[in-house]
């Protein structure tokens, strides 16, 4: 890692290789502890800010420092993801968003936090999503940018229009067939990403647009592992939940981009379904709204932890 949060703390937490924690009777494994990269900074209530693809937590710069000054704010990197630790796919609850969940709770209760307000953003976005429903009591607040719960996303791509999606299945294919193919091209297929999803350029500095993409080019089974595991294990426990009737009990806040009358979808109305306490805006950016516009999600956080 070359750039810091400034004024942020630097901690090594470790966390289980493997957590099916919710009750699933699903078994983790043996395997060795998993240390995740975490910056801490600022004091009271506890913000966790979880990074998308294909950045790491530095993309929350702008959002941890306004917070930080009123919260404890906490900012880790993923598992597989920028100075975390990237353990090899053993099996599906590797890199299952049940685990990456279980490792927020972690992290959050190493920290002297038993609950805490949650905001993600792009994968991020659906590790929160999941904790909110696996550890009710202990998140106390969602907030979400641009995504949509992960059953929801693969049951409303159809046709050429789910072409804007084509690296959910290039990355849902077996092991040892997509990740070569992606690291032959690194740096152009992340920057595909990084250039394509962005209205305004400047939002990400050159020097930022460089560690995301050295960081993504160090990273490239364990994320292809993270994105196979939402064409798999993560269906399976969204439509368990679905058909169980569980929802997210606690103030739920979703801003995304206005992509459903491309895809012919209602984003209020499939969040809705999940979450009855929500408030659903669509905004006017890009894709990367924490850096694009940071004042209005910073405020958006805000708002919700009103509530």
């Known amino acids: 890692m070359t750039i810091t949060l400034p004024g942020f703390e630097y901690h090594r937490i470790a966390v289980p290789a493997s957590s099916e924690s919710s009750g699933s009777g699903e078994s983790g494994t043996d395997a060795a502890p998993v240390e995740l990269n975490v910056a801490v900074a600022g004091s009271g209530p506890a913000v966790v800010l979880l990074h998308g693809f294909p950045q790491t937590h530095l993309m929350w710069r702008h959002v941890a420092a306004d917070l930080a000054a009123d919260h404890t704010v906490i900012v ?8 975390s630790a990237k353990p090899a796919e053993a099996d599906e609850h590797t890199y299952s968003k049940r685990t990456m969940a279980a490792d927020v709770v972690t992290v959050a209760a190493a920290l002297g936090h038993d609950r805490f307000a949650l905001a993600g953003h792009d994968r991020g976005a659906l590790v929160a999503m999941r904790a909110a429903l696996d550890h009710p009591t202990t998140v106390t607040h969602l907030l979400t940018l641009d995504v949509l719960p992960t059953l929801d996303m693969w049951e409303i791509l159809r ?3 789910a072409k804007v999606a084509w690296h959910l299945y290039l990355m849902a294919q077996p092991v ?3 990740e070569p ?6 740096d152009a297929f992340f920057a595909s990403f990084l250039d394509g999803w962005v209205s305004r350029p400047d939002a990400i500095p050159s020097e930022y647009r460089a560690e995301y993409l050295r960081a993504s080019r160090e990273a490239v089974w364990s994320i292809v592992a993270d994105y196979r595991a939402s064409a798999g294990i993560d269906v399976r426990h969204d439509r368990e939940d679905r058909d169980a009737g569980r929802t997210l009990t606690m103030p739920v806040a979703v801003m995304q981009q206005d992509w459903g009358a491309q895809l012919g979808y209602d984003g209020a109305a499939l969040w809705g379904a999940w979450a009855p306490d929500l408030d659903h805006r669509i905004l006017d950016a890009g894709h990367f709204m924490a850096e694009e516009s940071p004042a209005v999600v910073a405020a958006a956080i805000r708002e919700l932890l009103a509530r």
């Open 76 to 83: 880790p990197d993923l598992r597989g993801y920028g100075a």
């Open 159 to 161: 046709g050429v229009d």
């Open 176 to 178: 040892g067939v997509p």
């Open 181 to 186: 193919m992606i690291e032959a091209t690194a």
